[in-house]
Nanobody
Framework: VQLQASGGGLVQAGGSLRLSCSASGRTFSHHYVMGWFRQAPGKEREFVAASLWSTGYTQYGHSAMGRFTISIDNAKNTVDLQMNSLKPEDTATYYC??????????????????WGQGTQVTVSS
């Protein structure tokens, strides 16, 4: 599986960004999960959001609830992350990922099988 993330950049606090991740190399089916994590310098990788490929069921990390929305386009094999009301603490490298076992703990980085290269998001105060 190859994952290509895009859409990062520099934005002022309170602004919005939309990240997109294109997935290829596999025919995804009902047990796949697509997600986003982030990692700030000196910190552990943090779960942001994930969605079940087949149904669109979603889970969000605490920092993303109410501000971020994850969505999957099954026809295009893409997973987007709409980020609103951005804060300086959202500054991090954002990674898209694929989990091939939907019954796993989605918030656990070890549950995820494939990772994209990351895209930088910087929120200025």
């Amino acid at each position: 599986v190859q994952l290509q993330a895009s859409g990062g950049g520099l934005v002022q606090a309170g602004g919005s960004l939309r990240l997109s991740c294109s997935a290829s190399g596999r025919t995804f089916s009902h047990h796949y999960v697509m997600g986003w994590f982030r990692q700030a310098p000196g910190k552990e990788r943090e779960f942001v959001a994930a969605s079940l490929w087949s149904t669109g069921y979603t889970q969000y990390g605490h920092s993303a609830m109410g501000r971020f929305t994850i969505s999957i386009d099954n026809a295009k094999n893409t997973v987007d992350l709409q980020m609103n009301s951005l804060k300086p603490e959202d500054t991090a490298t954002y990674y898209c990922a694929v989990n091939s076992y939907s019954d796993s703990d989605w918030a656990d980085t070890t549950s995820w099988d494939y990772w994209g290269q990351g895209t930088q998001v910087t929120v200025s105060s």
